[in-house]
């Protein structure tokens, strides 16, 4: 959905500069110089309170005294001038404006109070904001340099946003030094309003856009971002350089959980949700994006390493296992006719060694039949310049035979001078290529990550394999109970039960509060036993000897119940006590850690790794954001060191890993289904082949969310399945499902496409569509329920089995404000009202959500679709090819 106000922005006919200037140095000169002397073929007018000439052309004393009409405005005048400004264009039509000007945030109240005037006329207006406190952005395919840069970027397929200009001057100039080309370069500054979000929409869908970089230093409007990537990096790669971390992060936490989960590990996480690489240089970022835009993606981690000397070869290797990659174990045949090819003292094994004294043939027999192995996901061939060296007839047959190869091909040709010609030859042929191996591996593994992220996207993950049916009753009541006591801290009995109530494995526990109790209690309990201060007080029980454990007797057990008072009351007379919880001691092979902490951008996120009192020691622990499905879960775990252990290790017997992915299911909506939580910290969570159980829990509550109404999900960055819109009818005596649409059922998905006729696809879909392929499907069945909802009609035959008979589908804009919609309904099922049905119910949906206005486009000669809108008030228009329908939604 492209935005008519950003495609004034940065495809505009006509562009006032405001505050243009004569002035030698100036921001507004540079801007004037820029715009007039760069190329740019569109009108330039020029705004200055004197009225005076400027480097020929003569100014306007106010914007409202432009005769023509203006798509762009470029500010550069004081800041408490640009309130006033922006209510000009406003008036004047102008419906994009990028204020270079500083002095608005940065400057305390007083800038917050400019901030507010600005953004009340824009909205008024409905014009966009890009800045302020900007460097501006530049269009090289219009030769549009609407910023203070000296410098042009060369024409590309790459658009780059920085939040820093700075960045983007130092930029420009490596890039030159590159040869690295732009499709657009935008600095977006203190981003009021245009933000990160809008611009992946705009790029995203911009045909002369392959790939987008981002420059982060901050991130505000997480939700947004998230969706906008989510939805456009299944397509075109978002590779971005965060720097900095956020001091919220890096503050000490009151648990395991929150010194597990630091801010920029959140990062990561959400990164790797939204298919999104990241990377830690500038060289990286580029290096990163132009094999991306020469190269296939590899399919896996294995990497064949081709060298002419051992020492880079070693280099590599290392360099490839330290970061997760593997070494390609290369099959039988793929050796045997290495060693046909190569020397007798070459090492036929990855890494492959074919000596110092390698040919151009030794180089393209190896290559080639590595290429051929079905094991090997990538190959770097490495490259040091010998006395018997011809590097520039090396890259001629290595670009000659990775022509059409599926495989992903990078080469680190080492040297300057010597190597200079072979690198121009590489990069002429598609082949990226790096100063060193490491660099090259890197980017190896950069590629993998992508790959690997969208299937998280593409995963159709099966469905939840147990019934699931939370008390959330349950769990209001008990928060209540805290909340009357005046607390935000559960005792671990509470923080147990809490778990209970969604179906996480807890010991049977009871509360004494005598030793005569504990006496009594722990027969019945059963030996041996477990015993715990219970205070909300105290969050580490061990460090104030309020634990017991290994109790085996009555007496033992009044005992220890003396021992925990009496150590406690020293250690902290002031704590609340509660009692002593008794348990039955459980021994575990394993102890793991699974809690969550609320990230103050991107919410709650899950921690899962190894636990037990050496959980800082070790820190293998893995992050990810809610909901989670089995398939999430299921990464999760994986990618721990325990894994190894959990699965099976050595003759010893796995754990039900299948519980574990459910467990974290359970948890992860425990987490969606209350905003009230700050911190869960179980730990240890104990596992065998038997079973695990929680041990330990601590629940924390968020003093800013007790007690407060919650939009349902607001405190997620990822919408979880809005199952609130399943909706069951009875038509014609046939039970019919109106519900979101879920990634597992593009199988339905692709039935429901072969029952369309050549006339249905040409008349929803404008083009032929030849094969339905899984990305295609993809686009319908993966969809982030934040800004797109796609409602699907399921019937059930007589034998039980399920048919989609048609969906219609809703895609918002980043505010949620308007929406594109689209109807099909399969061809047997045609004029049987389905299509109404589903209309109505999304429309609906749409008015519940917020959303103001609702359009389509379809094709003239599509009357059913005509008298479709017709019928439900949309407001029909001519766009040329198309019809247009519009319809406003009101309360």
């Known amino acids: 959905m492209v935005s008519d106000a950003l495609e004034r922005i940065f495809n505009p006919d006509s562009i006032a500069v405001i505050g243009?200037?004569?002035?030698?140095?100036?921001?507004?000169?540079?801007?004037?110089?820029?715009?007039?002397?760069?190329?740019?073929?569109?009108?330039?007018?020029?705004?200055?309170?004197?009225?005076?000439?400027?480097?020929?052309?003569?100014?306007?004393?106010?914007?409202?005294?432009?005769?023509?009409?203006?798509?762009?405005?470029?500010?550069?005048?004081?800041?408490?001038?640009?309130?006033?400004?922006?209510?000009?264009?406003?008036?004047?039509?102008?419906?994009?404006?990028?204020?270079?000007?500083?002095?608005?945030?940065?400057?305390?109240?007083?800038?917050?109070?400019?901030?507010?005037?600005?953004?009340?006329?824009?909205?008024?207006?409905?014009?966009?904001?890009?800045?302020?406190?900007?460097?501006?952005?530049?269009?090289?395919?219009?030769?549009?340099?609407?910023?203070?840069?000296?410098?042009?970027?060369?024409?590309?397929?790459?658009?780059?946003?920085?939040?820093?200009?700075?960045?983007?001057?130092?930029?420009?100039?490596?890039?030159?030094?590159?040869?690295?080309?732009?499709?657009?370069?935008?600095?977006?500054?203190?981003?009021?309003?245009?933000?990160?979000?809008?611009?992946?929409?705009?790029?995203?869908?911009?045909?002369?856009?392959?790939?987008?970089?981002?420059?982060?230093?901050?991130?505000?409007?997480?939700?947004?971002?998230?969706?906008?990537?989510?939805?456009?990096?299944r397509n075109k790669p978002i590779i971005v350089l965060k720097v900095g971390k956020s001091i919220e992060g890096a503050r000490a936490a009151l648990s395991h959980t929150g010194s597990m989960t630091g801010n920029d590990r959140v990062f990561d996480a959400a990164f790797r949700r939204a298919g999104i690489i990241r990377v830690s240089t500038i060289q990286e970022l580029f290096g990163c994006a132009q094999a991306l835009s020469m190269q296939r993606r590899p399919k896996g981690n294995r990497l064949a390493i081709i060298t002419n000397a051992g020492g880079p070869g070693v280099a590599a290797t290392d360099f490839l296992v330290e970061h997760g990659g593997e070494l390609a174990t290369l099959a039988d045949n793929t050796k045997t006719m290495l060693k046909e090819v190569l020397p007798i003292t070459a090492n036929t094994s990855d890494p492959i060694d074919i000596l110092g004294d390698a040919t151009p043939k030794r180089y393209k027999d190896a290559f080639e039949i590595c290429l051929r192995d079905k094991d090997v996901d990538g190959i770097v061939v490495i490259l040091t310049p010998q006395f018997m060296t011809d590097p520039s007839s090396v890259a001629k047959n290595l670009v000659s035979v990775a022509k059409g190869s599926s495989k992903t091909v990078l080469a680190a040709f080492m040297g300057e001078e010597d190597v200079s010609e072979s690198k121009k030859i590489l990069k002429k042929g598609?082949?990226?290529?790096?100063?060193?191996?490491?660099?090259a591996v890197l980017c190896f593994l950069n590629m993998y990550s992508y790959s690997k992220n969208l299937e998280l996207l593409y995963e159709a993950p099966a469905s939840v394999p147990h019934a699931f049916v939370p008390d959330i009753g349950a769990n209001d009541a008990l928060l209540a109970d805290v909340a009357k006591d005046g607390r935000f801290i559960l005792t671990e009995y509470e923080s147990k039960q809490f778990l209970k109530?969604?179906?996480?494995?807890?010991?049977?526990?009871?509360?004494?509060?005598?030793?005569?109790?504990?006496?009594?209690?722990?027969?019945?309990?059963?030996?041996?036993?477990?015993?715990?201060?219970?205070?909300?007080?105290?969050?580490?029980?061990t460090d104030v000897g309020g634990v017991k454990l290994g109790i085996n007797t009555k007496e033992a057990a009044m005992q220890a119940y003396n021992m925990i008072m009496e150590s406690v009351s020293k250690a902290n007379p002031k704590a609340l006590i509660k009692g002593v919880l008794v348990e039955k001691m459980y021994s575990k092979k394993y102890e793991l850690l699974i809690g969550s902490k609320k990230d103050p951008i991107f919410g709650p996120a899950i921690v899962f790794g190894m636990g037990g009192v050496a959980v800082d020691v070790f820190k293998d622990t893995n992050v990810a954001l809610p909901p989670l499905n089995m398939a999430l879960s299921k990464r999760l775990i994986e990618e721990t060191k325990i894994y190894q252990l959990l699965k099976g290790y050595r003759g010893m017997k796995a754990v039900d890993l299948e519980s574990i992915h459910f467990l974290l299911y359970k948890f992860s909506y425990l987490l969606v289904d209350f905003p009230q939580i700050l911190e869960i910290d179980i730990n240890p969570f104990g596992v065998d082949d038997s079973g695990g159980v929680v041990l330990d829990a601590k629940v924390m509550l968020d003093?800013?969310?007790?007690?407060?109404?919650?939009?349902?999900?607001?405190?997620?960055?990822?919408?979880?399945?809005?199952?609130?819109?399943?909706?069951?009818?009875?038509?014609?005596?046939?039970?019919?499902?109106?519900?979101?649409?879920?990634?597992?059922?593009?199988?339905?998905?692709?039935?429901?496409?072969?029952?369309?006729?050549?006339?249905?696809?040409?008349?929803?879909?404008?083009?032929p569509i030849k094969d339905v392929t899984h990305d295609l499907l993809v686009r319908y069945t993966q969809i982030d329920y934040d800004r797109e909802i796609s409602i699907i009609a399921e019937a059930v035959d007589i034998g039980g089995r399920k048919k989609m008979l048609g969906f219609a589908r809703l895609v918002a804009d980043s505010d949620n404000d308007c929406a594109q919609f689209a109807i099909v309904v399969g061809d047997p099922w045609q004029k049987?009202?389905?299509?109404?049905?589903?209309a109505d119910y999304i429309l609906e949906i749409a008015k519940d959500r917020g959303i103001k206005k609702v359009y389509a486009y379809f094709s003239k000669n599509n009357t059913t679709m005509k008298h479709m809108f017709e019928k439900r008030g949309f407001i029909i228009s001519d766009k040329g090819s198309d019809l247009y329908a519009e319809l406003v939604l009101t309360e």
């Open 703 to 767: 003093k800013d969310a007790v007690g407060i109404s919650h939009k349902d999900y607001s405190h997620l960055v990822i919408s979880p399945y809005p199952k609130e819109y399943v909706r069951h009818l009875c038509i014609d005596g046939e039970e019919l499902i109106l519900r979101p649409i879920r990634p597992e059922d593009e199988p339905l998905e692709a039935e429901l496409f072969g029952t369309f006729s050549e006339e249905t696809k040409r008349l929803r879909f404008f083009i």
């Open 501 to 541: 109530n969604y179906g996480i494995p807890v010991p049977e526990s009871f509360v004494v509060k005598s030793a005569e109790e504990a006496e009594k209690i722990s027969s019945k309990v059963g030996f041996p036993l477990v015993m715990k201060v219970l205070s909300s007080d105290i969050l580490h029980k």
């Open 20 to 233: 243009a200037t004569d002035r030698v140095g100036s921001v507004g000169l540079s801007l004037v110089k820029n715009l007039t002397a760069g190329g740019y073929k569109g009108t330039v007018h020029l705004v200055n309170l004197n009225g005076k000439e400027i480097l020929g052309i003569q100014s306007v004393k106010s914007v409202l005294d432009i005769k023509e009409s203006v798509d762009l405005a470029i500010i550069v005048t004081p800041a408490k001038a640009v309130p006033g400004i922006i209510e000009d264009c406003g008036r004047k039509g102008v419906k994009g404006a990028v204020i270079i000007s500083a002095g608005f945030k940065e400057a305390g109240k007083e800038g917050d109070l400019l901030v507010e005037k600005m953004l009340k006329s824009a909205k008024k207006y409905s014009m966009r904001i890009l800045g302020p406190n900007c460097l501006g952005f530049l269009n090289p395919s219009l030769s549009l340099n609407a910023s203070f840069s000296s410098r042009m970027p060369l024409k590309g397929r790459i658009a780059f946003i920085s939040q820093s200009g700075a960045m983007v001057t130092s930029i420009l100039d490596w890039s030159h030094a590159h040869n690295v080309g732009f499709s657009y370069f935008a600095s977006i500054g203190s981003m009021i309003d245009i933000g990160f979000h809008d611009l992946i929409d705009y790029f995203g869908s911009d045909p002369d856009t392959d790939c987008i970089l981002i420059y982060m230093e901050s991130l505000s409007e997480a939700r947004k971002f998230m969706s906008a990537a989510r939805a456009f990096s």
């Open 832 to 838: 049987k009202g389905i299509g109404s049905i589903i």
């Open 430 to 439: 598609s082949i990226p290529e790096y100063d060193t191996p490491e660099e």
